[in-house]
């Protein structure tokens, strides 16, 4: 079993910065692939990012590239979310989830992800 708990989120201003962090409990977390998804007001919830167990390797949305970093540290069980340069576009609630299989590749896809945080708010103000 994985338990997520992500922090980092808040108001901040177009063109601001925030850093998401999100804590797991738990043995496997060095083994899981890890992703960030948000949900906008209104809209389903979304694939942002997403990196692989060894964080070797990572993938973004388009809208993601440039300007968000995801990056973990396994001796911490903690994965991050840099976001620079945020629009009013990036506004919702932001998860992170853990993939239900080891060393798996990365996923885009929410059924790929079988242990999620409760969110944390993120607010850019235009």
């Known amino acids: 079993q994985v338990q997520l708990v992500e922090s980092g989120g808040g108001l901040v201003q177009t063109g601001g910065s925030l850093r998401l962090s999100c804590a797991a409990s738990g043995r496997t977390f060095s083994y899981r692939a890890m992703g960030w998804f948000r949900q906008a007001p209104g809209k389903e919830r979304e694939f942002v990012a997403a990196i692989t167990w060894s964080g070797g390797r990572t993938y973004y949305t388009d809208s993601a590239k440039g300007r968000f970093t995801i990056s973990r540290d396994n001796a911490k069980n903690t994965v991050f979310l840099q976001m620079n340069n945020l629009e009013h576009e990036d506004t919702g609630v932001y998860y992170c989830?853990?993939?239900?299989?080891?060393?798996?590749?990365?996923?885009?896809?929410?059924?790929?992800?079988?242990?999620w945080g409760q969110g944390t708010q993120v607010t850019v103000s235009s």
């Open positions: 989830a853990a993939t239900s299989t080891f060393f798996s590749g990365l996923g885009t896809m929410e059924n790929e992800y079988g242990y």
